[in-house]
């Protein structure tokens, strides 16, 4: 799967260096059980692809093709060692790889930072590529349905869960307060706009406003709210398959990370669009069990903890600037996050070589005079 070697070697020179402390024997044995756990092959190609996404154990048993018993023993040894980690979404299970920072201990954070970059930088089989490229689609066929179907229940489903009217007050404020020697702010694009309330705050403090979405259906209930502002125009496209023409100083996204396919893409993508003093905006659930969203609400995903939001914003190259909790009716709670771009960091999103990349056209953001 990895090529060209069957074993990844490890850069011995960044492991072993003069100045960190000698090891315990606790640390010796997180190091042995390190090294024992990338030993195979199929376990490399694990590490490969979970770092760029989260996959269930089902998900993995087709990318790689072989028998559920055998996919859960190499997850069992990688968490084991501390490589990966799970969370539960309903009945099923999401694994992804770990930050080499995860143990806390400078020898293994040395050793899995030496071993990520090796993995990181192999090239992904093309038959895995195919099939994690199978799965997103999926995943977007399936929420595209539902917004096709029921966008006229936006109004319905936001009072379900969470309004936009929640959250927009706190959106503007971070805006409008955020520091002066980083405005001004000219552009700014919302991912999933729904009805076109957040689009009308945002219109009198930007130049140009864009609102993006990949169902016609939607942007028909958002255009109807935002006809009359000239600054706001609407794209129909997947927000991970924008190209800019220019770089956007705000995005936000209300509600909408839930939906996607990818979440780690969307804060990826969101660094590459970003201006160098831009800010990244996200109101989301929080994690919750609530299972019945996926049926009436298209929920792809059961929230996030605020931890995994930020872990994800992290490899993106993202600091939290900001973050507020909001109490929601029906059990839920709503994070609003706000995030600045680490600039030094853009050249890793850039050089990153990825497992799998859209397969769509590539929409062009562009602004009008």
């Known amino acids: ?63 790689f093709g072989i028998a559920q018993p055998a996919m859960s023993h190499h997850l069992k040894k990688l968490a084991a060692a501390g490589l990966v980690s799970k969370r539960r979404e309903g009945t099923h299970i999401f694994y992804q790889r770990t930050s080499p920072h995860a143990q806390g201990k400078p020898e293994t954070t040395q050793l899995l930072s030496a071993l990520f970059r090796a993995i990181d930088h192999s090239n992904p089989d093309a038959s895995v590529v195919q099939s994690i490229g199978d799965i997103h689609r999926a995943r977007i066929a399936r929420s595209q349905h539902f917004f096709a179907h029921h966008a006229d229940a936006l109004d319905h489903q936001g009072k379900l869960i969470c309004e936009p009217t929640v959250y927009i007050d706190h959106v503007i404020e971070i805006v409008t307060t955020y520091p002066n020697q980083r405005r001004p702010f000219n552009s700014a694009l919302e991912v999933g706009p729904g ?8 219109a009198p403090l930007f130049q140009n406003v864009t609102g993006v979405d990949n169902s016609e259906e939607v942007l028909v209930l958002t255009r109807q709210a935002v006809t009359a502002l000239p600054n706001v125009q609407l794209l129909r496209a997947d927000f991970i398959d924008l190209a800019p023409n220019d770089a956007v100083d705000l995005i936000v996204a209300g509600m909408v990370i839930h939906h996607l396919s990818s979440p780690i893409s969307f804060f990826k993508q969101a660094a590459r669009l970003l201006s160098e003093h831009g800010l990244l905006i996200v109101a989301e659930l929080c994690d919750h069990d609530q299972n019945w969203v996926r049926e009436s609400c298209g929920d792809l995903w059961l929230g996030f903890s605020p931890d995994q939001l930020s872990h994800w914003a992290t490899q993106a190259g993202f600091k939290l600037e900001h973050r507020q909790f909001l109490a929601q009716r029906n059990g839920f709670r709503i994070q609003v996050c706000a995030f600045a771009l680490n600039r030094h960091k853009k050249h890793l999103l850039q050089s990153t070589n990825p497992v799998a990349s859209p397969s769509t056209p590539r929409d062009t953001l562009t602004r009008p005079n």
């Open 1 to 63: 799967m990895l090529r060209p070697n069957r074993h990844v070697m490890l850069p011995t020179a960044q492991i072993n260096s003069a100045s960190s402390p000698d090891p315990s024997a606790a640390d010796l044995e997180d190091i042995v059980a390190i090294t024992k756990a990338v030993g195979d092959p199929l376990r490399t190609n694990l590490l490969k692809i979970l770092a760029q996404d989260s996959f269930a154990v089902l998900e993995l048993v087709d990318i």
């Open 195 to 202: 009805g076109g309330k957040l689009l009308q705050a945002l």
